[in-house]
Nanobody, 116 residues
């Protein structure tokens, strides 16, 4: 069992920056992958960034968002710059052990709002 604790959501003006963090706590198997997803009202949940062997970003956030990973602390961060209204969504942290399919967990979600 792994618990994910997300922090850092809030409201930011267009062009502003915000940093999210996610801490994984519990019985952690390695190697694992952590990533960020988001879901806007009325839309499907979409991948924002994921860190495994390499870090992959959604086209919509490339050049603006940076994901960093601290394996020693089991923490992942999402630095969001040049925020746009379209970035408004609930952001979710994900923890996944691909070789153990039952080890797939989600954070509680944190709201990021960028007013028009």
């Amino acid at each position: 069992q792994v618990l994910l604790v997300e922090r850092g959501g809030g409201s930011v003006h267009p062009g502003g920056s915000l940093t999210l963090s996610c801490l994984a706590i519990g019985n952690i198997y390695r190697p694992y992958v952590m990533g960020w997803y988001r879901q806007a009202p009325g839309k499907e949940r979409e991948l924002v960034a994921i860190s495994g062997d390499t870090t992959t970003y959604a086209d919509s956030v490339k050049g603006r968002f940076t994901m960093s990973f601290d394996g020693a602390k089991n923490m992942v961060y999402l630095q969001m710059n040049s925020l746009k209204p379209d970035d408004t969504a609930v952001y979710y942290c994900n923890f996944n052990v691909t070789w153990r399919p039952q080890e797939d967990y989600w954070g509680q979600g944190t709201q990021v709002t960028v007013p028009s």
